[in-house]
C-alpha cells in the first residue's frame, strides 16, 4: 500500500513537473469589448493555472459569412485561428461578437479542434438581448466564461461530460448553459489533470 502510494505521488510529481508550458492566448476575431477579455482572462488563468494573454486582434471574418444563412461557418474561422504564430502558445481561445453555425447545425455557442490548439465561443446568443430580453451584463459573463472553459476544455481533448451541472456537459440551449457550473465535475479535472 505505501509502495502504491509512493508510485501515485512520484507520478503526479511528475506529470506536473513536465506539464508543457505556455500561454493561453484570447484572440479577439473583430470587435470584441474589451472589459469582456479582461475578466475572461483573469477567470480562465484561475480556472486552468496557466498564463493567459490577450492577444492583438483578429480582422473580422467576412471570408467566413454564408450569405444564405446570414451567418459566419465556425469551421473556416477555427480553421485561420490554428494558423496563428504566437510565442509559447499552449492554446488559443477566438471570440467573435457574431452568430455562428457549423455544417449540420442551425448554431454553435462555440467550437473546438479536439485535442488541438485553437477553439471559439460566439457571443451573441449568449446575451440575453438576442432574445429580446433586458440585459444582463453578469449573466451574459457568466455565460461566456462557461462556454470559454467549455470550449477550453475540448482542445485539451475532454470530450461532453454525463453530468448536468458539469461544464463539459453538452448545451444544447442557454437553459443547459445556465444549470451547470462553470468548473468541471472532479472526473473531468482528473482527466484534465492528466491530458494537460
Excluded at 26 to 31: D, S, T, W
Excluded at 152 to 178: E, Y
Aim: charged fraction near 25%; aromatic fraction near 12%.
Amino acid at each position: 500500500m505505501i509502495i502504491f502510494f509512493m508510485v501515485f505521488i512520484l507520478t503526479f510529481i511528475a506529470n506536473d513537473t513536465l506539464k508543457e508550458k505556455g500561454t493561453i492566448y484570447l484572440i479577439p476575431v473583430g470587435k470584441v469589448n474589451e472589459d469582456l477579455l479582461i475578466y475572461l482572462a483573469s477567470q480562465l488563468a484561475t480556472q486552468f493555472s496557466d498564463e493567459v494573454k490577450i492577444g492583438k486582434a483578429f480582422p473580422q471574418a467576412s471570408y467566413a459569412y454564408n450569405k444564405r444563412r446570414n451567418q459566419y461557418c465556425s469551421d473556416l474561422i477555427l480553421r485561420e485561428l490554428e494558423t496563428l504564430d504566437l510565442e509559447k502558445t499552449k492554446k488559443i481561445l477566438g471570440l467573435v461578437d457574431l452568430d455562428l453555425y457549423t455544417p449540420g447545425l442551425n448554431f454553435v455557442f462555440g467550437q473546438a479542434s479536439m485535442g488541438g490548439r485553437a477553439c471559439l465561443i460566439a457571443l451573441p446568443r449568449l446575451r440575453q438581448e438576442f432574445y429580446g430580453l433586458k440585459e444582463n451584463r453578469s449573466l451574459f459573463y457568466e455565460r461566456a466564461l462557461k462556454e470559454a472553459v467549455h470550449e477550453l476544455g475540448h482542445s485539451f481533448g475532454l470530450n461532453h461530460c454525463r453530468n448536468r451541472k458539469c461544464v463539459i456537459h453538452f448545451s444544447n440551449c442557454l437553459a443547459d448553459t445556465d444549470y451547470k457550473k462553470k468548473e468541471f465535475c472532479k472526473a473531468c479535472k482528473k482527466k484534465l489533470l492528466w491530458r494537460r
